[in-house]
RNA sequence: GCCCCCAUCGUCCAGCGGCCUAGGACGCCUCCCUUUCAAGGAGGUAACACGGGUUCGAAUCCCGUUGGGGGUGCCA
């Protein structure tokens, strides 16, 4: 029998880094195995429920490149099966009714208004094997009395969790560490109602700065944020994959199906891991640089022809851009930094960085000699990279600067910025000679006297 | 409080009793290259929480301490 496994989300809010991360390592696990990978949504919390967000997380899983072979399937669809599942359990003296007070009430079916607790047993252990973390055990007395019925008529996740996971037939339950002292209560379930148990793996949770579980509220985690950003989605899957696990070869960045065959799910580490933002920045640059052209200007189009785009949509020529990507393909880190690099050929004037102004024509040295002597240079030596070079170069030392330093305020005055693409290149092939003049004086204008 | 889990560079990962004067990656620093910024190249910084055992030998095994985290809901 194939290993089966389900990433089992509730729709309660948007899908963040830990939960993608879960999905991740499920499918991992599944993919390589050769097992089967389920979806299911534990809807079981109408008041908390947002209907609408499951499509949106599907999207997510998709756009990951997380598939799956089963489902989805929905909890609140399988009410019958629950409330089956605590009738035998009532009926077995393996569960009470309790009023609002937490008073047992006597009988020994479902009521409206009343809530189902199960009765956990005075003594004994709850032992259950963990791929990640050996062997757990918990002492029954230090169990609870634990709801599985809501007065409501809904089951809990505890009921419904372990109900599903039978009837599913899911041999492992790979899930967050948060999880882990739920297990013993479901374990309990399933032995009443005579199912085997799931293997389980526990997996190390994600933490922000302060060392705390990565929470929707306080963190910025949600996958979408991370898309719009401009994060690649193998690179963030990439990434995600080096959260509590590594390659036996230390190659970190490399294709998914190198790391489906690597994988095992015992390798997981047990600690907990930071989410390094710095780091998926690394990791999604290394990615961004691999792209053929082509498929750059695919990724990248909702940054360049979108509303947000900083220039007129007329202006915007997809050719020109085209033809500019391998100038700048190695500078990105993030899809949105696209932009900034290119906008200067898109607009009527360069979108002057007050930060790069300042410190290139106010403080930096000789803007005004630079720019006079540069506007006369331009005016009439040949329309390539080399010259332009060479005639700024020249400009430069007269005024006893170097190239670095000399090409700052015409960098500024054409693109900007201080930081952009290689500036001789950009202007001869992509600017004409009256344009380039044009910016140049502005600049001048603006420096006066 | 009680229960459970965890503990190697700032961060992520490797290490599964000798190959460890602890390795790789991100970050940071220095230098080289250089038309900015990147990229690339060469270096550098930096860790086995502590204390006891076990063993010829411990980052690796055991116990304890300390620290951190998770759980303790008619949330999941």
């Known amino acids: 029998m194939t290993d089966r496994v389900r990433f089992a989300p509730s729709p309660t809010g948007y899908l963040h880094v830990g939960s993608a991360r879960t999905a991740l390592f499920n499918w991992l696990h599944a993919r390589s195995t050769g097992g089967t990978m389920l979806l299911r949504i534990e809807d079981t919390d109408t008041e908390r429920n947002r209907p609408e967000l499951i499509d949106v997380i599907f999207r997510e899983l998709e756009w990951l490149g997380i598939d799956w072979d089963e489902g989805p399937y929905f909890q609140s669809e399988r009410a019958e099966r629950h409330r089956s599942a605590v009738e035998t359990l009532l009926a077995d003296g393996r569960a009470y009714l309790c009023d609002a007070e937490n008073r047992e009430v006597a009988g020994s079916t479902i009521r409206d208004g009343l809530a189902v607790r199960f009765r956990t047993p005075d003594e004994g252990q709850v032992p259950f094997t963990d791929l990640i973390r050996d062997d757990v055990t918990f002492a029954c007395a230090e169990l609870e009395d634990f709801v599985i019925w809501r007065s409501n008529g809904t089951p809990t996740f505890l009921l419904a969790n372990a ?86 070869d230390d190659v970190e960045i490399r294709p998914m199906q190198e790391i489906v065959s690597l994988f095992h799910i015992g390798d997981v580490n047990k600690s907990s891991a930071f989410f390094d933002v710095k780091k998926l920045e690394h990791v999604n640059a290394t990615y961004l640089r691999g792209l053929p052209v082509a498929e750059f200007l695919e990724r990248v189009d909702p940054w360049v022809t979108g509303t947000d785009a900083p220039w007129p949509a007329e202006r915007f020529d997809r050719d020109v851009l085209a033809a500019f990507v391998p100038l700048i393909q190695e500078k990105l880190r993030l899809l ?114």
């Open 163 to 248: 109900v599903d996971d039978a009837d599913m037939a899911v041999t492992h339950a790979i899930r967050g560490e948060d999880l882990l002292s739920s297990a013993p209560k479901v374990l309990l379930i399933l032995d009443a109602l005579g199912h085997p148990h799931p293997t389980y793996a526990h997996l190390p949770l994600l933490v922000n700065e302060q060392r705390k579980k990565l929470s929707k509220r306080r963190d910025d985690v949600s996958i979408a944020d991370y898309r719009t950003r401009g994060f690649l989605p193998e690179a963030m899957a990439n990434y995600l994959a080096l959260l509590g696990w590594g390659p036996p």
């Open 336 to 449: 949105g930094d696209t932009p900034r690099f290119v906008d200067f050929l898109f607009r009527k004037d360069p979108a002057l960085d007050d930060a790069s102004w300042e410190s290139a024509m106010e403080k930096g040295p000789a803007a005004r000699e630079m720019l006079d002597g540069a506007i006369a240079a331009l005016a009439s030596c040949p329309w390539e990279p080399e010259a332009l070079k060479d005639a700024v170069n020249e400009v430069g030392e007269a005024n006893g600067l170097k190239l670095g330093k000399a090409q700052a305020p015409i960098r500024v005055a054409v693109t900007g910025r201080t930081v952009g693409p290689p500036l001789f290149e950009a202007m001869a092939q992509f600017m004409d000679r009256d344009e380039v003049l044009r910016r140049l004086r502005v600049a001048r204008h603006r420096l006066r006297p």
